[in-house]
């Protein structure tokens, strides 16, 4: 009895459960648009029937007649064939589960983002600034990426690697999001160290490409290794060192003064010293002097850097019609007895 109810009873009336009828795609969903058809139908019935229903006037007296709940029985067999008629409805929608497995094969490529975190990230030229800038185009290069390995290292005067080469992108976006001025306390632009730190980094990876992408805004202030023989270094174990180099040169906003009026400083961005760490790592410089030429050098990148992942989808569709056909069936045979009984001639009020 326990194996019949799991195995024939159980799904029947599972499939009466909201949750489980929610939970369906449906290959014929219009045709659920019928069941609002069903009492239409009845009405209609009830009209024609009504009009030509020979009737007998009966006089009772006041008091006389009792009402009974047995004359409500004859709305059974109604109720019992709009039942039937709702689950071959829904039978005919085809209610569907669809098991979806992806299989991915090939290798990603192993990416560090160096992004500058000194003082004259601040600058307005970019908006809000250039270090805000930054982080939101590098979120959205996050999302154009699939199976790769990326990493975050962060430099102003010092250099650290605050997120480990990994897949999990929430992880990096938290990441990314936590950047901000001042987060190093020696101050600076240490484009050497930060390099340094990405090769140790990389020099291990086994991947078939691994980039750097170096995010700064000024020249080489700090540190102890020479920027151009860090890129060398990095070349050595096969690094390719993409440079962005961000802001315009001169005067630039920053800021206001005491009376609310723009302040402005001026700024210079060694190019090239960053042309020469891209060519140096099999790269390419770009210059990007706003936030729309910003977006455009990480499409770029991202075209020039692609994965070789190849996904396969297996998809396993049920179907569960024979749930409801069942339903339809059973409740049918109901009707067609019900309709020879006694609750068809019930008396009407």
């Known amino acids: 009895m326990n194996q019949l109810w799991h195995r024939f009873l159980a799904p029947l009336v599972d499939g009466l459960r909201y949750a489980t009828l929610t939970s369906y795609t449906w290959q014929q969903p219009r045709l659920l648009l019928l069941i609002a058809l069903i009492p239409v139908l009845f009405l209609v019935r009830w009209l024609l029937v009504h009009r030509r229903r020979p009737r007998l006037g009966v006089a009772f007296v006041t008091g006389q007649v009792r009402r009974d709940y047995s004359a409500g029985l004859r709305f059974l067999p109604d109720i019992v064939l709009g039942l039937s008629l709702a689950f071959g409805i829904v039978a005919l929608a085809r209610p569907q589960r ?7 094969t090939g290798q990603g490529i192993d990416i560090l983002l160096l992004v500058d975190v000194s003082s004259s990230m601040e600058l307005q030229d970019l908006r809000p600034n250039r270090l805000e800038a930054a982080k939101r185009v590098a979120r959205e290069f996050l999302d154009g990426r699939t199976g790769d390995r990326i990493g975050v290292v962060v430099f102003a005067g010092d250099a650290y690697s605050i997120a480990p080469l990994t897949t999990d992108y929430e992880l990096l976006r ?5 950047l901000k001025l001042g987060m190093i306390a020696n101050d600076g632009t240490a484009i050497g160290t930060a390099l340094g730190v990405a090769t140790n980094r990389l020099r291990d990876s086994r991947s078939r490409t691994k980039v750097c992408i170096l995010i700064s805004d000024g020249e080489n202030t700090a540190g102890n290794l020479d920027p151009l ?4 270094l990095a070349h050595a174990y096969g690094v390719k060192i993409y440079t962005i180099g961000l802001g315009k040169d001169g005067f630039v906003p920053y800021g206001r003064d005491a009376n609310g009026r ?3 400083v001026e700024t210079q961005l060694d190019e090239t010293t960053m042309r020469q760490l891209a060519q140096a790592g099999d790269g390419q410089f770009f210059r990007a002097t706003d936030n729309g030429a910003l977006r455009g050098v990480f499409r770029r990148i991202d075209q020039y850097e692609k994965s070789e992942i190849k996904q396969t989808r297996y998809r396993n569709t049920k179907d569960y019609y024979r749930i409801y056909l069942f339903w339809c069936v059973g409740l049918w045979l109901l009707w067609l007895g019900l309709k020879n009984t006694f609750l068809t001639n019930s008396l009407e009020d």
Do not use: G, I, K
Not at 229 to 232: E, F, G, K, P, S
């Open 174 to 178: 938290e990441n990314l999001n936590s």
């Open 229 to 232: 023989t860090a890129a060398q």
């Open 262 to 264: 723009p302040r402005y």
């Open 98 to 104: 669809t098991d979806e497995r992806v299989v991915q």
